[in-house]
Nanobody, 120 residues
Framework: VQAQVESGGGSVQAGGSLRLSCVVAEYGYCRDFVSWYRQAPGKERELVASISYEGTTTYADSVKGRFTISHDNAKSTVTLQMTSLKPEDTAMYLC??????????????WGQGTQVTVSS
C-alpha cells in the first residue's frame, strides 16, 4: 500500500505562502506519527515539523513562528502551512509516516516529495 501522498509544492516569491498536504493511508487505524522533512542540494536532510495523531507538535527552530503543522483526522490529512517563505526554505519537502499499529510497527514510510522553490 502507498503509505502517503504529498501535494501543494510550487514556486513563490519571498514572503509568500504555500500549503503542503500529506494524505496518510490507514491514519485512523495506525495513528501515525507524521513528520515533514526537507532536502536541499548539498545539504543534510532536515526535520521541519512533526505531529502525533493526538496533536502534539514539534518544529525546527528555523521555521518556528512561520510554519504550522496540523491534521484533520477525519480526512486522514496532515497539513504544513508555510508563511513568510524565504529563499533558504527552497527544498524538496518529504512526508514521513511512522505507523503506531502493531502490523506496521517499527517501519517508516517516505513519500516521493513535493518541490518548494522560493525566489528572492
Amino acid at each position: 500500500v502507498q503509505a502517503q501522498v504529498e501535494s501543494g509544492g510550487g514556486s513563490v516569491q519571498a514572503g509568500g505562502s504555500l500549503r503542503l498536504s500529506c494524505v496518510v493511508a490507514e491514519y485512523g487505524y495506525c495513528r501515525d506519527f507524521v513528520s515533514w522533512y526537507r532536502q536541499a542540494p548539498g545539504k543534510e536532510r532536515e526535520l521541519v515539523a512533526s505531529i502525533s495523531y493526538e496533536g502534539t507538535t514539534t518544529y525546527a527552530d528555523s521555521v518556528k513562528g512561520r510554519f504550522t503543522i496540523s491534521h484533520d483526522n477525519a480526512k486522514s490529512t496532515v497539513t504544513l502551512q508555510m508563511t513568510s517563505l524565504k529563499p533558504e526554505d527552497t527544498a524538496m519537502y518529504l512526508c514521513r509516516t511512522r505507523p503506531q499499529c502493531r502490523a506496521w510497527s517499527g517501519r517508516d514510510f517516505w513519500g516521493q516529495g513535493t518541490q518548494v522553490t522560493v525566489s528572492s
